[in-house]
């Protein structure tokens, strides 16, 4: 007889837990317009974004490709991005923050100090033309970015600078996170009607505190332990107000087999047993349904055969961890729910959590 058993995977518990995470932006550029479209500045100290007076467009891209401090799953509540200006010379400009669509090289290009008119592009430099220098194009050039912007503010004279969260930056952040292979990060545009150029203090900068950074809040569901693959929870399981009774679970290498043995509700001696059942990957605070039988009474020498066994009823199992757990037979004595404690291991086996 085989037992058909649903796993329904479940959490125990939903206690939120909040965090805030810094991160440093993994690479950043400049796209420079010119007549070649062939310069870069992958190493500089300096990003440009807007329009200069007399060298055309400039636009800084920069990406957080590195989210390892955000765990997996977690939901992202609110996301800030911090900038410095270290030099503007033209009037107060609104700059656009932008999910970049297509991915591209920070390369090792370095313009040098301040870098406002770029350099000549070397292999797998961003460029106003190329993604990757020099056989990787943007589709359009001067940067493949999505027509809804992410963040936008105004910014006038030098100082430090912060793109407050909003619902577009969450979900571009979230989107990166559930799905790193599509992190490009964001290009910066600013006004590129009229004179707007400004520079902003890159990763490369000496001066840490300037640098690009994505200060990210997330929250978790704290889901309570977890069973490590491979755990036993072979051993006697008992209901410590009672005594007389109790529960014998044995994981053995072809499934789960689980007896219990006590008294039916006319005083007799009961003992029950389930099918032998396959549980891959067992859940803290998932019920497990498992169907008990129950045979005529024997004889020592003559106990009844394992095909004459009855059906009597069910058996709820719900482990809260290792040694704890609620047990529930439903059958044709009744309802009976014990709160069990597991008693003694089996020797060589363990049950771990992470």
């Given at each position: 007889?085989?037992?058909?058993?649903?796993?329904?995977?479940?959490?125990?518990?939903?206690?939120?837990?909040?965090?805030?995470?810094?991160?440093?932006?993994?690479?950043?550029?400049?796209?420079?317009?010119?007549?070649?479209?062939?310069?870069?500045?992958?190493?500089?100290?300096?990003?440009?974004?807007?329009?200069?007076?007399?060298?055309?467009?400039?636009?800084?891209?920069?990406?957080?490709?590195?989210?390892?401090?955000?765990?997996?799953?977690?939901?992202?509540?609110?996301?800030?991005?911090?900038?410095?200006?270290?030099?503007?010379?033209?009037?107060?400009?609104?700059?656009?923050?932008?999910?970049?669509?297509?991915?591209?090289?920070?390369?090792?290009?370095?313009?040098?100090?301040?870098?406002?008119?770029?350099?000549?592009?070397?292999?797998?430099?961003?460029?106003?033309?190329?993604?990757?220098?020099?056989?990787?194009?943007?589709?359009?050039?001067?940067?493949?970015?999505?027509?809804?912007?992410?963040?936008?503010?105004?910014?006038?004279?030098?100082?430090?600078?912060?793109?407050?969260?909003?619902?577009?930056?969450?979900?571009?952040?979230?989107?990166?996170?559930?799905?790193?292979?599509?992190?490009?990060?964001?290009?910066?545009?600013?006004?590129?009607?009229?004179?707007?150029?400004?520079?902003?203090?890159?990763?490369e900068s000496t001066l840490e505190q300037f640098r690009p950074t994505?200060?990210?809040?997330?929250?978790?569901?704290?889901?309570?332990?977890v069973p490590v693959p491979g755990s036993d929870w072979s051993g006697?399981?008992?209901?410590?107000?009672?005594?007389?009774?109790?529960?014998?679970?044995?994981?053995?290498?072809?499934?789960?087999?689980?007896?219990?043995?006590?008294?039916?509700?006319?005083?007799?001696?009961?003992?029950?047993?389930?099918?032998?059942?396959?549980?891959?990957?067992?859940?803290?605070?998932?019920?497990?349904?498992?169907?008990?039988?129950?045979?005529?009474?024997?004889?020592?020498?003559?106990?009844?055969?394992?095909?004459?066994?009855?059906?009597?009823?069910?058996?709820?199992?719900?482990?809260?961890?290792?040694?704890?757990?609620?047990?529930?037979?439903?059958?044709?004595?009744?309802?009976?729910?014990?709160?069990?404690?597991?008693?003694?291991?089996?020797?060589?086996?363990?049950?771990?959590?992470?």
């Amino acid at each position: 007889m085989r037992l058909m058993l649903i796993i329904i995977c479940s959490f125990l518990s939903t206690t939120v837990l909040a965090e805030t995470v810094m991160i440093e932006a993994s690479q950043d550029n400049t796209l420079y317009e010119s007549e070649q479209g062939a310069l870069s500045n992958g190493a500089g100290v300096n990003l440009f974004a807007g329009a200069t007076k007399s060298n055309g467009l400039r636009r800084a891209v920069l990406a957080f490709k590195n989210l390892s401090a955000i765990p997996e799953g977690a939901t992202i509540d609110s996301v800030q991005l911090h900038m410095h200006v270290n030099q503007e010379n033209s009037p107060a400009t609104n700059v656009r923050v932008l999910r970049l669509l297509a991915d591209w090289g920070e390369g090792s290009t370095n313009a040098g100090n301040p870098g406002g008119a770029g350099a000549a592009a070397i292999t797998g430099d961003v460029t106003w033309n190329h993604r990757f220098f020099d056989n990787m194009a943007w589709n359009n050039p001067g940067g493949d970015f999505a027509a809804t912007v992410s963040a936008q503010m105004m910014m006038d004279s030098t100082g430090s600078y912060t793109f407050s969260s909003s619902t577009a930056m969450v979900a571009d952040v979230q989107g990166w996170l559930d799905n790193p292979a599509e992190n490009f990060g964001w290009i910066l545009l600013a006004n590129e009607d009229a004179s707007s150029a400004r520079r902003f203090t890159s990763r490369e900068s000496t001066l840490e505190q300037f640098r690009p950074t994505l200060e990210v809040e997330y929250t978790m569901e704290d889901t309570g332990p977890v069973p490590v693959p491979g755990s036993d929870w072979s051993g006697p399981w008992f209901d410590p107000t009672l005594e007389g009774e109790g529960f014998l679970v044995y994981q053995t290498p072809v499934g789960w087999l689980i007896y219990y043995f006590g008294y039916s509700a006319d005083n007799q001696r009961l003992w029950l047993i389930s099918n032998i059942v396959d549980i891959a990957d067992l859940q803290f605070g998932q019920a497990y349904e498992f169907t008990m039988f129950v045979g005529e009474p024997g004889s020592f020498g003559m106990p009844t055969p394992s095909d004459e066994l009855e059906e009597w009823g069910t058996l709820d199992v719900e482990l809260d961890d290792c040694v704890n757990g609620l047990f529930t037979l439903d059958g044709i004595d009744g309802l009976k729910v014990s709160e069990v404690q597991k008693v003694v291991g089996v020797e060589g086996t363990s049950c771990g959590v992470e």
